[in-house]
């Protein structure tokens, strides 16, 4: 990637003009993500124009995508050669960019057995705030040293720069899958998948929600096999695989019962929150019906409100068990979409954007009011 790229002269102009007059910049891909952290302020800056496979070489599990690619198709163009990215990061609606996956840093159901995006991040090209390109990692693990600032990009919510390429270590579909069903509560269900966390399963992904708890299994034909015996003798049911699919998906992209609900609660003033806590978190005095996931390690609940007693009651609770709650979808957002920093996280926070975009040009507040 060059500075003589058509659409890359044309964002780097954007930055350089942004710098000048003082004038913030919202970062946008297909704007499926939007609605997560702050408000987005300041003029569009979009980045559909950079779009398209750089490399990719499947016998070395490493693709290197340009921020604007719909995520869709990369997605199809793994599939075809047999390879996914196991993290299945979230869609949310059509239109979802590599670069907006990587900014939002969000990971799907399988996220506790396999890792999150920032796992898979091997390299990057950043635009700074300065309009500097700049390249960091490489398309091998090995040059992953030091200060990784590849990683770092993933979750920044555009506050650091313009995520331009990545490089991104991909993996083999999975040979086989299975996904059982069981009628059990949430306290029993919690316990059973900490006994089956000790045990060599193949776990891939689980979900938990009105009494009902789902894994997945997922591997090799005969680790697959043998589980999916197992957990059929302590009451599982094999689910159709077509029906199994459409959940996992459904969840992944928040299209599912619960989401569907939380959605019409947000229209209604309400909000969605996303616990995340230890897997060996004991049941927690959520409000309503809360969908569980990663083995116990996301929770996610819905309230009638977005205020401040919500906000501090529900960061309390989850600061008890060892984590940390974010106001996922609201449309207020006045108590502050994640949980505060303490002191040396958040002068660490500031100086990293200082660092990269010391004019403060690239998605103002987006993580932090302020910063």
């Not at 900014?103 to 990057?124: K, N, Q, W």
């Not at 086989?176 to 306290?187: G, I, K, N, P, Y």
């Not at 077509?242 to 209604?268: I, N």
């Not at 929150?273 to 819905?302: F, H």
Request: hydrophobic share 40%; charged share 20%; aromatic share 6%.
């Amino acid at each position: 990637m060059t500075e003589h790229d058509p659409a890359l002269a044309r964002l780097i102009d954007r930055v350089r003009a942004a710098q000048t007059s003082g004038t913030p910049l919202c970062i946008r891909g297909g704007g499926t993500k939007d609605f997560y952290g702050e408000t987005p302020q300041g003029d569009l800056l979009s980045t559909t124009e950079l779009a398209g496979i750089s490399s990719y070489q499947p016998t070395e599990l490493v693709v290197t995508v340009r921020c604007g690619t719909p995520l869709a198709e990369l997605e199809a163009v793994l599939a075809d050669k047999g390879q996914c990215l196991p993290f299945e990061p979230p869609h949310f609606s059509e239109g979802a960019t590599v670069g907006g996956m990587v900014a939002a840093g969000l990971s799907g159901p399988s996220r506790a057995s396999t890792g999150a995006v920032r796992d898979y991040i091997l390299g990057a090209v950043l635009l700074n705030g300065q309009g500097e390109v700049l390249s960091f990692g490489g398309q091998v693990i090995k040059n992953v040293a030091g200060y990784d600032v590849s990683r770092l990009l993933a979750g920044s919510l555009g506050t650091l720069g313009v995520i331009l390429e990545v490089s991104i270590k991909v993996l083999p579909v999975a040979p086989s899958t299975v996904t059982l069903r069981f009628d059990m509560a949430q306290s029993a269900a919690l316990a059973q998948l900490h006994q089956w966390g000790g045990q060599p399963l193949p776990l891939n992904a689980s979900a938990m929600w009105n009494d009902q708890l789902v894994v997945r299994l997922r591997g090799a034909v005969a680790a697959v096999q043998a589980a999916s015996t197992k957990l059929q003798a302590l009451g599982g049911e094999v689910t159709d695989p077509a029906l199994a699919d459409t959940f996992w998906q459904g969840l992944r992209d928040h299209r599912d019962e619960f989401f569907t609900a939380a959605r019409a609660a947000v229209d209604s003033g309400g909000a969605l929150w996303r616990l995340s806590v230890p897997q060996t978190a004991p049941v927690l005095d959520l409000p309503g019906t809360p969908l569980i996931e990663w083995a116990g390690a996301q929770r996610w609940c819905v309230t009638p409100r977005a205020d401040a007693p919500t906000a501090t009651r529900l960061r309390d609770i989850a600061r008890q068990a060892g984590g940390h709650a974010t106001l996922f979808r609201s449309a207020d957002k006045s108590a502050g979409v994640f949980a505060p920093l303490t002191s040396p996280l958040d002068r660490i926070h500031r100086e990293l954007k200082r660092s990269f975009d010391p004019h403060g040009v690239f998605n103002p507040g987006r993580l932090y009011p302020g910063g």
